[in-house]
């Protein structure tokens, strides 16, 4: 099956425009015959929902939290990037398209990229509307900062709390909806699995997460906005909710998962401190603006950091990138973080750490307008580590984050599974393999508000409303194998609870499958998942019954998929023989140990087929075509 993308004709700037006026519209009359099943509500499904809503189609919007506040995307810190140029420091759609598909590695779609970068203005527009607090100057104007992998300030942000307040914005699009019963939402579902019948999906199987009850919902069109799937590191920022279970049943109803191994690691978040942690926070990359980051010049040197004297201080990141300084993109700062500390430089009690100084900063500004800036993440901090960011330098160390990989959608955002759509962090498009800061929920935001509404409308206009319902033979059984699966589980009463395989799985992710690979230790961690995958279920417990209120067996279903997920992982890791952004083989790298790429033979995005369980996934590829950025060797010195 040959993938195709269905990328528009036509110069780069006239692309989106020229597909929607091609794409076939749905009359506001026929829209009400529409059903589409919405999961998720985070920034991607909160917006999708309410603007499909908002437009006229019937939707039912699902999430695991018991209020779709609660999404992962609430997290978010720093910022959501659009090139408004509200600084007149240069920037320009063109900029920031040429920003993403560079910080990515160039290996993200032009065509997704350059529209993302287009209708990223309108995405601050339309929160500044619902009344979204970003910061403002003084003199009213909005305000920006910058970010990782750019020369311009173009993040707009609401002090530490951006996720947040975009979310209530979304949140309160979504409300106006629910009230006006265009929206039914269900609250506290899992999703298990996905229908799919004639060959197209049609709807979903949830799991009432409060009375155990398995339910099936049918719908014209299914939209996943089911997020990332860092936990699968056991340790990382993402909410302990975070899972990739919707995205890999999809995946094994026949969507292509595409470039699972591109994990971000983030540099700054607060260093692991004891072996029973189970949730790793992060410090906003905004920090970086102002920090400074630095380790001691000598190894082994334990003296605390305001008795190493300034000449004794190596700034690694400003000595090695005078262009872009502290603020080279994730990747780039993360790995010299890990150089520095694998060279014995780290600092801490586990020198798995190195320093991120606000002082310079402070004696410049003053606290106070440090405060403004970062007063509440200092806050954080000082809670979590009990020291003063004001007086001693924050100690940081890079964290799982972000996954650029997921199901693979064509420019419609579309899977390769007809009336199945993915949008936001569960989609693998825009960000290459490695997504630049601030840039998530710009994506997520542009999918759900300004991509999805036009695109599913050229999808469900050769659509009969209603074709399929819960009756069809394919609900039951799909919705029989979810339940005898949750019973399989139940029924082994073994000895290991779901969190110790799933630390034991992240451990072996993480040292084999994490900020640095080889070909060895990939082939060992295939094993060692196949292995632990085996034990999982002989010998894990999982207390408790499935008609009821139960959060073990909630986990204990994730944990298994993560078990087989993991493994897709290392495969895909495996076979990139090249090194590009965060998928980082030891094997490929410069003379100045940056990411080596092999565009001759890996520009393209790898796309899993599922084809059983105990058969091989089949790759199929889909190759990057850039004729509008010329492929280089990415440099921010
Ligand atoms: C600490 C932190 C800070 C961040 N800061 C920034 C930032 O400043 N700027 C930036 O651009 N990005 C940031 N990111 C990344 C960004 O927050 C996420 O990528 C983004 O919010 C993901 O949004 P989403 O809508 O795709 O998914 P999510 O917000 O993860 O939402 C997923 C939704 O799917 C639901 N769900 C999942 N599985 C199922 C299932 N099986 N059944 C039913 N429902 C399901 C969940 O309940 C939830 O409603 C940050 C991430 C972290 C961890």
């Not at 919707?246 to 401190?273: D, E, L, M, W």
């Not at 393999?433 to 710009?442: P, V």
């Amino acid at each position: 099956m040959s993938l195709d993308a269905k990328i528009p004709g036509g110069p780069l700037a006239d692309k989106w425009d020229r597909h929607k006026f091609e794409l076939k519209l749905v009359n506001p009359a026929n829209k009400r015959k529409y059903n589409i099943i919405v999961v998720g509500t985070g920034l991607a499904g909160g917006s999708a929902a309410a603007s499909l809503a908002e437009l006229g189609y019937d939707v039912k919007s699902f999430c695991i939290q018991d209020t779709p506040r609660r999404a992962h995307s609430i997290a978010a810190q720093g910022g959501i990037n659009a090139s408004k140029n509200y600084q007149n420091d240069g920037d320009s759609t063109w900029r920031l398209f040429y920003d993403t598909v560079k910080g990515g590695d160039f290996r993200a779609r032009e065509a997704n990229v350059y529209r993302l970068a287009q209708v990223s203005g309108n995405i601050i527009d339309q929160c500044v509307a619902q009344g979204v607090p970003f910061a403002r100057e003084y003199g009213g104007t909005l305000a920006n900062r910058s970010f990782g992998g750019a020369q311009v300030s173009r993040t707009f942000y609401a002090r530490g709390q951006t996720g947040q307040q975009l979310l209530l914005g979304a949140y309160s699009a979504l409300s106006r909806q629910i009230a006006a019963g265009k929206v039914t939402m269900y609250p506290r579902r899992e999703m298990l699995d996905l229908v799919v019948t004639g060959g197209k999906a049609r709807g979903i199987v949830v799991r009432n997460l409060i009375t155990g009850q398995i339910e099936k919902h049918a719908a014209d069109a299914v939209v996943l906005c089911t997020g990332g799937y860092g936990n699968v590191f056991f340790l990382s920022t993402n909410a302990m909710a975070s899972n990739v279970t919707a995205a890999f049943r999809a995946h094994k109803r026949g969507a292509f998962f595409a470039n699972p191994c591109y994990t971000q690691i983030h540099p700054t978040c607060i260093p692991v401190h004891g072996t029973y942690q189970s949730k790793l926070t992060l410090m906003s990359e905004s920090l970086r603006n102002d920090g400074r980051v630095w380790v001691p010049k000598e190894t082994g040197d334990t003296r605390p950091p305001s008795q190493i004297p300034e000449a004794e201080r190596s700034y690694y990141l400003e000595e090695k990138y005078p262009s872009f300084g502290n603020l080279v993109p994730r990747d780039v700062a993360s790995r010299n973080a890990k150089e520095q500390c694998d060279a014995g430089r780290g600092v801490g009690e586990t020198a798995l750490a190195v320093y991120l100084d606000f002082a310079d900063a402070i004696k410049r500004d003053g606290r106070d307008v440090i405060a403004k800036k970062y007063g509440n993440l200092f806050e954080m901090y000082e809670k979590i580590v009990a020291d003063d960011p004001y007086e001693t330098p924050m100690m940081i160390y890079p964290a799982v984050h972000y996954t650029m990989g997921g199901l693979w959608v064509d420019y419609n955002l579309m899977s390769n599974l007809d009336g199945l759509f993915v949008l936001g962090e569960a989609n693998f498009s825009d960000h290459g393999a490695n997504r630049l800061g601030a840039s998530a929920l710009m994506q997520g935001l542009a999918d759900g508000y300004f991509v999805l509404p036009y695109t599913i409308g050229g999808y469900l206009a050769g659509v009969t409303p209603g074709e399929v319902g819960t009756n069809d033979a394919a609900f039951d059984t799909i919705a029989t194998k979810a339940g005898d699966r949750i019973e399989k589980l139940l029924s082994i009463d073994g000895k290991r609870t779901v969190d110790d395989f799933h630390r034991q799985l992240g451990l072996i992710m993480w040292d084999y499958c994490g900020m640095a690979r080889n070909n060895a230790g990939l082939e060992k961690a295939i094993g060692l998942i196949q292995e632990l995958r085996g034990e999982f279920w002989q010998d894990v417990t999982v207390p408790g019954s499935a008609g009821d209120f139960n959060q073990s067996l909630e986990r204990a279903g994730r944990v298994a998929d993560f078990l087989e997920f993991g493994e897709l992982m290392c495969k895909d890791a495996l076979h990139r023989q090249e090194s590009c952004g965060g998928h980082f083989n030891e094997e490929y790298q410069t003379e100045e140990n940056e990411a080596l790429r092999d565009d001759e033979n890996f520009c393209y995005v790898a796309a899993w087929e599922h084809t059983g369980d105990e058969s091989e996934p089949n790759l199929h590829k889909e190759p990057l075509v850039f004729e509008n950025v010329k492929l280089t060797q990415r440099s921010y010195k």
